[in-house]
């Protein structure tokens, strides 16, 4: 019984890690279709990708995209969760599930009303339109694990901070803050992963000036079945298992 | 004559209640005064409004009718962090990311003290709760009883004219309890610092205090000295929450000049110094076990009662006793003394003047 319930989880593991493994050797493939057995090991799609002008500005505008939403849902999403900790008000768990809808509905339902909201705008086409719309889809990851952060964290220090004469802002910034730093940067780096494979999103509303790297994986598909396809895919994959352990790191039971 | 450093004039507070329901007022219309270097402790049982009479000094809580001066100035509507009020808490509520020193210095720089003057003031606070070498330390790194000390001078280190103190030694042990009891007397008495101290330990209330004023059902019961408080108590909630008292049901057959004649259930006749008791009301007479003596069966003025039991305490010997109208008494006699064999017929007998006879509020309901 215990045996066949291991051997159902890791049919399961495997079922989830092998497409994503099955990538990776063939970008260090030497031959050029994506075939196995390989022909031979290298480098060249690598040296292709970080050579060419078609994937290389791809990664840049991810990284910069992703930074920058991921600061702005930040920015939104930390004084989101502290009010929804802090106050109980009506409209409370209403106003909750509107600030966790962008986790929900369909990211091409969002897409769809982003360009419509932001074409007539001007937005569309545009960086800052782009890192608006994905602050948007970061800030429930935001808001998310600071309240699981703030969970943690014992209300009376704010009272004890009042009665040390702090005002509200010193209180939040000397007091809370550095409680919930690691929840914080957790919810900053979830936001950036999340920016860092959109995709459906940036099909409608990137113009050629925002194309980031899963828009140009896209793209590559369809154009030529180049195996630096590979490459990125496989740096995409690294960048985000580097994220998901600084996320744990982040969450590890403090001291 | 001194202003009072402190007013509570008519204050009231009730929380909302459950839909349908009304809440009785968590404090109704208090009315209470706090001398300069004074230590006043907030006594009563869960639910008397001590906690809420200090949460609306502090500002966590704002109360519905009255008014709350400090040094004659309404505080009642300011924001906590503006009412300059030290405050201990039950929890401490150390910040656990701060040194001790940080901590305790973060009211000097919430006040922008300059930097240098900072370092030597919490140099001092930390000298005056006997932890100086422990500054650079985490309050994780600290036992219960230094927390609280480092809670102690982080509330003291900006000057308040009031600190408060919430039910601050309740998570320690008896021992550890004791000795800062003392030391929280000597820093009050040392410092002339004011101090509100609430707790629901009577005897805590009783070592500590200059005064005590008793709160039950969010009602003052009684303001006076430890000593008043103890040997002559307002009412029968305050002769029955502070000390140890014996109850024994009684009519009232007489009030005058303060000493009233009472029946007890058997019959016997005796009289007690009145407190609120009225004519006609049920009654209750209420004496102290210490005050209570053991006599022979057929002495004058004795009641008659059986032991039904003798328990050694260490300092004490502790009798019950059945007494003829069936209630039950408590009797301290000292460690050596002789006592008789359970079973065996005695004499009970107090002073009038030890007795006290009160409304019974429990009958009267």
Redesign the interface.
């Known amino acids: 019984m215990r045996a066949a319930l291991w051997a159902i989880g890791v049919l399961v593991l495997l079922f989830l890690v092998l497409p994503i493994l099955v990538v990776v050797p063939l970008s260090f493939s030497a031959g050029s279709f994506l075939t196995y057995p390989l022909p031979g090991l290298s480098l060249r799609w690598y040296a292709a990708f970080f050579a060419s002008d078609f994937w290389l500005p791809a990664l840049w505008n991810s990284l910069l995209v992703g930074s920058a939403s991921a600061a702005l849902a930040t920015l939104f999403g930390v004084p989101a969760a502290f009010g929804l900790w802090r106050a109980d008000f009506p409209g409370r768990r209403i106003m909750m599930a509107v600030i966790l809808a962008p986790m929900v509905v369909p990211a091409i339902v969002v897409a769809v009303a982003l360009l419509l909201a932001f074409g007539p705008r001007g937005l569309a086409n545009t960086f800052g339109g782009l890192v608006a719309a994905h602050a948007m889809l970061g800030v429930p990851f935001v808001v998310v694990t600071v309240l699981a952060a703030l969970s943690r964290f014992?209300a009376?220090?704010l009272?004890?901070?009042?009665?040390?004469?702090?005002?509200?802002w010193?209180?939040f910034f000397?007091?809370c803050l550095?409680?919930i730093a690691p929840g914080v940067a957790a919810g900053a780096v979830f936001a950036f992963a999340t920016s860092l494979d959109e995709t459906v999103v940036v099909l409608f509303l990137a113009g050629p000036g925002q194309r980031t790297l899963p828009r140009q994986m896209f793209a590559g598909l369809n154009d030529e079945i180049s195996l630096t396809v590979m490459a990125a895919a496989t740096l995409m994959a690294a960048l985000s298992v580097l994220l998901l352990g600084a996320v744990a790191l982040l969450q590890r039971p403090a001291? | 004559m001194d202003a009072p450093l402190l007013r509570f004039e008519r204050v009231s507070k009730s929380y909302p209640a459950a839909k349908g329901t009304r809440n009785p007022a968590a404090l109704a219309e208090l009315d209470l005064d706090v001398a300069r270097g004074e230590l006043l402790t907030l006594l009563g049982p869960s639910g008397s409004g001590k906690t809420t009479t200090l949460m609306l000094l502090a500002g966590f809580e704002q109360p519905d009718t009255g008014r709350i001066l400090l040094e004659g100035r309404d505080i009642a509507r300011l924001p906590p962090h503006r009412r300059g009020i030290g405050v201990v808490f039950q929890s401490y509520a150390l910040f656990p990311h701060m040194t001790v020193a940080e901590n305790v210095a973060f009211p000097l720089e919430a006040r922008g003290v300059p930097k240098a003057e900072r370092a030597e003031r919490v140099k001092r606070a930390l000298e005056m709760v006997r932890l100086p070498q422990y500054g650079d330390r985490r309050p994780a790194q600290l036992s219960g009883g230094q927390q609280q000390r480092v809670a102690l001078a982080r509330a003291m280190v900006f000057e308040p004219p009031i600190v408060l103190l919430d039910e601050p030694l309740g998570a320690l042990d008896k021992a550890l309890r004791e000795e800062m009891q003392l030391e929280i007397r000597a820093l009050h008495q040392r410092l002339g610092l004011t101090m509100m101290y609430v707790t629901h330990d009577q005897s805590e209330a009783l070592t500590l205090s200059d005064r005590i004023a008793v709160l039950s059902g969010g009602r003052l019961r009684q303001i006076a000295s430890p000593r008043q408080v103890y040997d002559d108590p307002a009412d029968g909630f305050v002769a029955a929450f502070v000390g140890e008292n014996n109850r024994i049901p009684a009519e009232l057959l007489e009030l005058r000049d303060g000493v009233a004649r009472l029946r007890l259930a058997d019959g016997a006749e005796m009289s007690a110094r009145s407190a609120d008791a009225l004519p006609g009301g049920p009654c209750v007479l209420m004496v102290r076990p210490e005050r209570v003596s053991l006599v022979a069966a057929d002495a004058p003025g004795a009641l008659p009662a059986t032991l039904a039991e003798a328990l050694f305490q260490g300092d004490h010997i502790r009798l019950r006793l059945m007494l003829r109208s069936g209630a039950e008494i408590v009797a301290k006699q000292p460690p050596g003394a002789a006592v008789p064999t359970p079973g065996s017929s005695v004499g009970v007998a107090w002073a009038a003047a030890h007795a006290r006879a009160f409304r019974d509020e429990a009958a009267a309901r």
């Open positions: 014992d009376v220090l009272r004890a901070a009042a009665a040390c004469g702090a005002g509200p010193r209180a000397r007091v550095p409680r001291r």
